[in-house]
């Protein structure tokens, strides 16, 4: 059935206003707007109405008997909807969890092991937000953050998730065509999928090859590429040599998408990390919730 009938909604919130406070001026500086535009929403309620809302004089106004009766319902019915959308936005508030992460953790490894997280509750609402340009991660806005450290970052509370092993990879079809890739000198004589990285702490080919004390090696051939999930999408595509991540790269190589052309690996001392704010405070059900089985599900 159709509720009618109903007077003009911006002009209600504008009569409540005006009528609690007996002044259009303090109306309109509690809703942002110019005491003309009160004015002009109240006139055009009574007109609506057909009934003057207001006595006005010289420098005050005053409610008219009809005016009163109808403030009456009017704050009633608003504070009732104000009640409810805010149970509604607090029930929401609650029962969402944000986590903030870079875009090659939430697409290989956040993303795939969320249908196992919804399975067990599914009242929880995740919001994945995904940004690798974070400079202060005390600045971030979320609940948690995900991110690979080399060492915690100051004022955070730091949860060392897994510590990471960077290694090359390539496509079966790759290495069938470039078996030198088995041997240290064979990597130069390849393509290598070269990440321009935007996140700070992420290892590279220069990086990699200097730890292991191989020495400075350069590719035949090389394509940068800005996004550690377009590079390995590269990779899987049979373009080159990629340095893969394990925790990222691990489904791949286990249904031989990806393969390791040798045993070079690179044991980081960082580690991927869960990140939340220091301070005091208990964090939300949910949020605890999630903490919990992240890292039960290690």
């Keep these: 059935m159709k509720i009618h ?176 890739l088995t041997t240290v000198d064979g990597l130069a004589d390849c393509t290598w999928l070269w990440l321009e990285a935007t996140q700070r702490d992420w290892i590279g080919w220069p990086e990699w090859l200097d730890r292991l004390g191989l020495g400075p090696l350069m590719p035949r051939q090389r394509i940068n590429i800005n996004s550690y999930s377009l590079l390995i999408q590269s990779a899987l595509s049979g373009q080159g040599v990629a340095l893969g991540w394990h925790q990222l790269v691990d489904d791949h190589l286990l249904t031989g998408a990806l393969v390791r052309p040798n045993s070079l690996a690179l044991k980081t001392e960082g580690s991927f990390c869960l990140l939340e704010r220091a301070g005091p405070g208990s964090p939300r059900q949910s949020v605890r919730k999630f903490r919990q089985w992240l890292t039960e599900s290690l």
């Excluded at 259009?24 to 110019?34: C, D, G, M, Q, Y």
């Excluded at 599914?122 to 919001?127: G, K, Q, V, W």
Aim: glycine share 2%.
């Design 5 to 180: 009938p109903l007077p003009p909604l911006n002009s209600l919130v504008a009569f409540e206003a005006a009528a609690r406070h007996l002044s259009f001026t303090h109306a309109a500086s509690e809703l942002n707007v110019t005491q003309g535009a009160i004015s002009r929403q109240v006139r055009h309620l009574e007109e609506y109405l057909g009934k003057p809302l207001f006595e006005r004089g010289t420098r005050t106004i005053h409610l008219t008997p009809t005016g009163s009766r109808y403030y009456e319902t009017v704050r009633d019915s608003l504070l009732h909807v104000a009640r409810s959308t805010d149970e509604i936005r607090h029930w929401r508030g609650d029962q969402q969890v944000t986590v903030v992460t870079s875009t090659a953790l939430a697409a290989h490894w956040l993303l795939p092991r969320v249908p196992q997280f919804k399975s067990r509750f599914e009242d929880i609402d995740l919001r994945i937000v995904a940004d690798d340009q974070v400079r202060d991660f005390s600045r971030l806005e979320c609940d948690l953050a995900l991110y690979y450290c080399s060492k915690p970052p100051k004022d955070m509370r730091s949860t060392p998730l897994f510590a990471e092993e960077v290694f090359p990879v390539c496509s079966p079809a790759y290495l069938a065509r470039h078996p030198q």
